[in-house]
């Protein structure tokens, strides 16, 4: 009950700020224009959530998809918000069981055809802002390409977590860039998978 509770009342105040914001999108991967494309795998950095469903309502609200979140307390609660912007949620821990997560964003994939998983790659515990390996697995495995998101604010106060969260001022300026789609090969050669780690991090790096 606590959960929903928190989660009705984070999702009021996203709301909120959401409607002063000032918007500034681009889409370099064609998403946006394309509702038929088949599943997609979105990236974006942990320190990014805030403004995730406002991006999803905003541009993309025609996309179904699933966000992977802690099975925690905590986790119980970004459930309870995601669901108030019409986003599901995949219960598992990239921490904890890596192997768990990956399977049951697996099994959503394989039983929700043509739906989204949402990943935030340096979560949940960081480094901040260091892409882990998970993604780009489940991507050999699915075959689908992965979306890396970039989101910068204007202005944003920053809390004292690992991941230095960013809450966006009222009426600050937002750019959100959805890059180019990364394909990833089948390969068990540990310099070329690390070369396209290195290659996707880069881009949730780049500057909108």
């Known amino acids: ?3 929903k509770i928190f989660g009705w009342i984070i999702a009021v105040f996203i709301r909120l700020i959401g409607l002063t ?3 500034q999108f681009e889409d370099k991967s064609g998403l946006s224009s394309k509702p038929n494309t088949g599943s997609v795998i ?3 950095w942990h320190n990014r959530v805030f403004s995730m469903p406002l991006v999803y ?3 993309l609200s025609f996309r179904r998809g699933a966000v992977l979140t802690s099975p925690s307390k905590d986790g119980e609660i970004i459930v309870q ?3 108030r ?3 599901e949620s995949v219960r598992g821990s990239s921490n904890r069981s890596a192997v768990n997560a990956l399977r049951r964003l697996m099994d959503y994939l394989e039983n929700n055809n043509g739906a989204d998983v949402v990943i935030t790659p340096d979560g949940p515990r960081g480094p901040v802002h260091v892409l882990q390996p998970g993604v780009i697995k489940l991507a050999q495995i699915t075959g689908y390409p992965v979306l890396p998101i970039t989101i910068i604010y204007s ?3 920053i809390l ?3 991941d230095k969260f960013e809450i966006p001022f009222p009426f600050s300026k937002v750019k959100v860039l959805l890059n180019s789609f990364h394909y990833f090969e089948n390969t068990d050669d540990k310099q070329k998978i690390e070369a396209m780690r290195k290659k996707l991090e880069e881009d949730l790096k780049t500057l909108p």
Do not use: C, I
């Open 81 to 83: 918000v995601m669901k």
């Open 1 to 3: 009950m606590k959960a």
């Open 42 to 44: 979105w990236v974006f």
């Open 155 to 157: 202005r944003s106060m």
């Open 85 to 87: 912007f019409g986003v």
């Open 160 to 162: 004292k977590t690992w």
């Open 21 to 23: 914001l000032r918007w």
């Open 57 to 59: 309502r905003r541009y």
